[in-house]
C-alpha cells in the first residue's frame, strides 16, 4: 500500500487504492464497447477481426498505463471513434489505400507526434486553427459515424437516386436495433454509468433466441496477431496521396488529444493556473500508443472522454488508469463474446450489425454539442463551419471536409477585410489543400 501512495501520491490526491480501482472499473465499463465496436469497423476494411481485437486490447492497455506511470493521470487510452471511420471509410474504401499503407499513415502522424514535442508546433497548431472550426470538424465525424450506424441498424439504406432513403422499419435487426437506441438514450439520460455497454450486451441478449446472432461462448485464447502484427506499409505512407491524410491523422490525434486531457483534468481538478502539468508525458502515451497500435494492426489511439466517468468515481491519479489498463488485458480472452456480439447479419447485399449500432449512433449525438459555440449569425464562420459539416458525411471524408472549411475560413475572412483574424497558418494550410485540388485530382 505504501508503495502504490508513493508511486502514485495516493495521499497527496486526497484518494485511496479502493476509491481508485473502483473509478479504473467504472471507466473501462464506460468504454469497453470500443472492444466491439472496433473489429467490426476495421473488419469492413478487409483486416482480420481477431487480430484487430487482439492489437486494440495491447495497444489500449500499453498506452493507458503510459499514461499511469509517465503522468500519473487517471485517464484512459483506446482507439478513437471517428478516428477508425476516416481510416477506414475515408481512406481505405473511399480513396483505395490498402490498410497496410493506413496503418502506415497512422505510425507516421504518431511519430510526427513524437518528433514535434520540442519544437512547439503543436501548441502552435491549437491555437491557429479557428474554434468554430474545430467544432465543426467534431460535429462532422459526429454525422459521419451516426450515418453509418443508422445503416448498421438498417435504418437508412442506399438508394441510386438520392444516396440514401429510409430502411424498412419492421424487419427484425433493425427493430431490435431501435431497441437498442432507446434503451441505451434512456441509460444515458439516467446518468447509468456504462450506459453504451449495457445497451451492447442486452441487445445481444435478445439478439440470441431472435436468431440475429449465435452464442459462439464466452472465453478463449486470444486470437493470434499474426494477421496485422508489423504489417503496415511506412514507405507507402509518404506518397504523395497519403499527405494530407496523415496530416489529418496527425490533426485528430492532437485535437482529442488535447482537448480530453484539458476536459478531464479540469473535472479532477489536476489543471494549475489553467495549464496542465505534466502534459508532455501525457500527449507523449497518446503517441507512443499509436505507433505501437499501428504496428500491432489498430487504428490512432486518444484519450477517451469517458475518463470521465471515472473521474466522478473518485478517480484522481495514474493508479486508476493501471487498473484500466489491466482489464483490457483481461478481454483479450473474451473473443468469442466478441464474435457473439459483433458478427453482423446479412440483409440483401448489406450486412447490418443491430447490436453495435446504436453507440455509433449516439457517438455521433454527442459529438454535435460543440456546434452551440459557433458564431452562426457571422457568415465568414458559418460557411466554413457548414461545408465542414456537410462535406465530412457526404464525402465519407474528414480530409475533404477539413479543407472545404479550412479554403472557405481563408476566403472569406480574407475577402472582408478581416484577414487578421486568421492565423498565418490557416493560410498556408488553405493554400497547401487547394493546391492538392489542382494538381493532385
Known amino acids: 500500500m505504501s508503495s502504490l501512495d508513493r508511486l502514485f501520491a495516493l495521499t497527496a490526491h486526497r484518494t485511496n487504492v479502493r476509491t481508485e480501482i473502483l473509478a479504473g472499473v467504472t471507466t473501462f465499463m464506460t468504454m469497453a464497447y470500443i472492444i466491439f465496436v472496433q473489429p467490426a469497423v476495421l473488419g469492413a476494411a478487409g483486416m482480420d477481426r481477431g487480430a484487430v481485437l487482439t492489437?486494440?486490447?495491447l495497444a489500449s492497455a500499453l498506452a493507458t498505463a503510459l499514461m499511469a506511470l509517465l503522468a500519473n493521470y487517471p485517464i484512459a487510452i483506446a482507439p478513437g471513434m471517428g478516428h477508425n471511420f476516416f481510416f477506414v471509410y475515408s481512406v481505405v474504401i473511399a480513396m483505395k489505400v490498402p490498410w497496410q499503407v493506413a496503418l502506415g499513415g497512422v505510425a507516421t502522424a504518431g511519430l510526427l507526434f513524437i518528433a514535434t514535442a520540442g519544437f512547439g508546433l503543436r501548441e502552435r497548431l491549437i491555437t491557429a486553427i479557428?474554434?468554430?472550426?474545430?467544432?465543426?470538424?467534431?460535429?462532422?465525424?459526429?454525422?459521419?459515424?451516426?450515418?453509418?450506424?443508422?445503416?448498421?441498424?438498417?435504418?437508412?439504406?442506399?438508394?441510386?437516386?438520392?444516396?440514401?432513403?429510409?430502411?424498412?422499419?419492421?424487419g427484425r435487426p433493425t427493430l431490435l436495433a431501435i431497441g437498442a437506441l432507446t434503451l441505451t438514450a434512456i441509460l444515458m439520460a439516467r446518468r447509468v454509468p456504462g450506459a453504451?455497454?449495457?445497451?451492447?450486451?442486452?441487445?445481444?441478449?435478445?439478439?440470441?433466441?431472435?436468431?440475429?446472432?449465435?452464442?459462439?461462448?464466452?472465453m478463449s485464447p486470444p486470437p493470434s496477431l499474426a494477421p496485422t502484427l508489423l504489417k503496415l506499409d511506412l514507405a507507402g505512407a509518404f506518397s504523395p496521396k497519403m499527405l494530407p491524410v496523415v496530416f489529418v491523422f496527425f490533426f485528430l490525434a492532437l485535437f482529442d488529444s488535447v482537448g480530453t486531457l484539458v476536459g478531464v483534468a479540469s473535472q479532477a481538478g489536476l489543471m494549475r493556473d489553467g495549464s496542465l502539468p505534466r502534459a508532455r508525458e501525457a500527449l507523449l502515451s497518446?503517441?507512443?500508443?499509436t505507433v505501437a497500435g499501428a504496428a500491432l494492426g489498430t487504428s490512432t489511439v486518444t484519450a477517451y472522454i469517458e475518463s470521465g466517468a471515472g473521474v466522478a468515481a473518485g478517480g484522481r491519479t495514474g493508479l486508476t488508469s493501471l487498473?484500466?489498463?489491466?482489464?483490457?488485458?483481461?478481454?483479450?480472452?473474451?473473443?468469442?463474446?466478441v464474435r457473439t456480439i459483433g458478427g453482423g447479419v446479412p440483409n440483401g447485399s448489406a450486412t447490418l450489425y443491430p447490436t453495435i449500432a446504436?453507440?455509433?449512433?449516439?457517438?455521433?449525438?454527442?459529438?454535435?454539442?460543440?456546434?452551440?459555440?459557433?458564431?452562426?449569425?457571422?457568415?465568414?464562420?458559418?460557411?466554413?463551419?457548414?461545408?465542414?459539416?456537410?462535406?465530412?458525411p457526404l464525402a465519407v471524408s474528414i480530409t475533404d471536409g477539413?479543407?472545404?472549411?479550412?479554403?472557405?475560413?481563408?476566403?472569406?475572412?480574407?475577402?472582408?477585410?478581416?484577414?487578421?483574424?486568421?492565423?498565418?497558418?490557416?493560410?498556408?494550410?488553405?493554400?497547401l489543400l487547394g493546391a492538392r485540388y489542382i494538381f493532385l485530382r
Do not use: N
Open 402 to 431: 477539413v479543407a472545404f472549411g479550412l479554403i472557405a475560413y481563408a476566403v472569406l475572412k480574407l475577402a472582408t477585410g478581416r484577414g487578421r483574424e486568421a492565423h498565418a497558418l490557416v493560410y498556408v494550410f488553405a493554400a
Open 286 to 289: 497518446d503517441a507512443i500508443g
Open 55 to 57: 492489437a486494440t486490447c
Open 130 to 170: 479557428p474554434a468554430s472550426l474545430k467544432h465543426a470538424i467534431a460535429g462532422g465525424i459526429g454525422l459521419l459515424i451516426a450515418s453509418i450506424g443508422l445503416q448498421w441498424a438498417g435504418i437508412i439504406v442506399g438508394s441510386p437516386g438520392t444516396l440514401v432513403t429510409l430502411g424498412g422499419l419492421h
Open 323 to 337: 487498473v484500466t489498463a489491466g482489464l483490457f488485458l483481461l478481454s483479450l480472452f473474451f473473443y468469442p463474446l
Open 358 to 392: 446504436a453507440p455509433l449512433i449516439l457517438v455521433g449525438t454527442l459529438m454535435l454539442g460543440g456546434l452551440r459555440d459557433v458564431a452562426w449569425d457571422d457568415i465568414t464562420e458559418a460557411v466554413p463551419v457548414f461545408l465542414t459539416l456537410i462535406m465530412i
Open 196 to 218: 453504451f455497454l449495457w445497451g451492447i450486451l442486452l441487445a445481444t441478449v435478445a439478439a440470441v433466441p431472435l436468431g440475429l446472432a449465435r452464442f459462439e461462448g464466452v
